[in-house]
């Protein structure tokens, strides 16, 4: 810019100075002469307007400050005066989230007490439940209704049955241990079914067929793999405390046949007589058993 109006003042001096005509008269255009001026004088008009654009400048710079100013206090009063109203909108929007959570756990608490009394009514039309109703008070003492579903006789006895097919269906399959569970079950919750009964009479022979199993292997270990004599004597024997005290006599016998010879079988009638009548074993403690 400096430089454009100094050839722009430049210019303007050496025509003004160098014209060589006379401007006394003025032309018949109408336009007023223009004294002549200095090359100097061009130079201290140039700085003149150098100045004031100079100032111009600083006053534009000094309004946009202004402005920003301006800008940034309205923004903190803003921010000031809005941060109030902004929580309380949060506050507003918690609100309005929870009334919507409780309306739906009314709603499903609703679905869910329909729910029940369908069943409720499907259960009574059975004969194998009951419903009894008791009145009853909670924790903050207020009455309520506490409906309690009890089997009849007949619900009774088809969980008893229901729980001895599932220990047949397991024993099908191999898996013995959930049929002892199954028939036990059977036989502890509702001991006066008919299916107890014969729950209890497959509980006890997989408890036999176990004990079994333990006693040829333990003493096979010792004795050797038994033959066909001990086998059959081994499968007449169907009593569980036998079994038992054969185990244990193992460790003290020296084959099959001082295992189960017919003492052996007396001196464990003995014991167990003596137990029955809550006496003392025949032998003490650490004792050698008898062949």
């Known amino acids: 810019m400096k430089h454009f109006l100094l050839i722009v003042g430049g210019s303007l001096a050496v025509l003004l100075a160098t014209g060589g005509h006379s401007y006394a008269d003025p032309p018949a255009t109408g336009i007023k002469p223009v004294k ?4 100097s004088e061009a130079m201290v008009l140039v700085d003149a ?3 004031e654009i100079q100032q111009l400048r600083e006053q534009i710079n000094f309004q946009q400050r202004i402005d920003a100013l301006k800008l940034e206090r309205a923004m903190l009063y803003a921010k000031a005066h809005l941060a109030p109203l902004q929580q309380e909108v949060d506050q507003y929007r918690e609100q309005v989230k929870l009334d919507a959570a409780m309306i739906q756990l009314e709603n499903q608490k609703q679905e869910l007490k329909a729910q029940l009394e369908i069943q409720k009514a499907e259960l009574k039309a059975k004969a194998s439940y009951t419903i009894v109703t008791e009145i009853r008070k909670d924790a903050r003492g207020r009455e309520r209704e506490c409906d309690y579903l009890i089997r009849t006789a007949q619900g009774k006895a088809e969980w008893a049955e229901q729980a001895f097919q599932r220990g047949v269906k397991a024993e099908k399959y191999g898996n013995y241990l959930l049929a ?22 497959a509980y006890d022979r997989l408890n036999v067929a176990e004990a079994k199993e333990k006693l040829i292997d333990l003493a096979g270990k010792r004795f050797g ?9 081994l499968a007449d024997i169907n009593d569980m405390d036998q079994l038992e005290f054969l185990t244990s006599r193992v460790p003290h016998a020296s084959s099959w046949q001082a295992l189960l010879n017919p003492k052996s079988a007396s001196f464990f009638r003995t014991t167990v007589s003596a137990r029955a009548r809550n006496l003392d074993r025949t032998w003490t403690a650490g004792q050698k058993p008898r062949d």
């Open 225 to 233: 793999k038994p033959d066909s004599e001990t086998f059959n004597a």
């Open 36 to 39: 002549a001026i200095s090359p």
């Open 49 to 51: 307007l150098q100045k």
């Open 180 to 201: 002892q569970t199954c028939y036990w079950n059977a036989l502890a919750v509702y001991p006066d079914t008919p299916a107890a009964q014969r729950a209890r009479a």
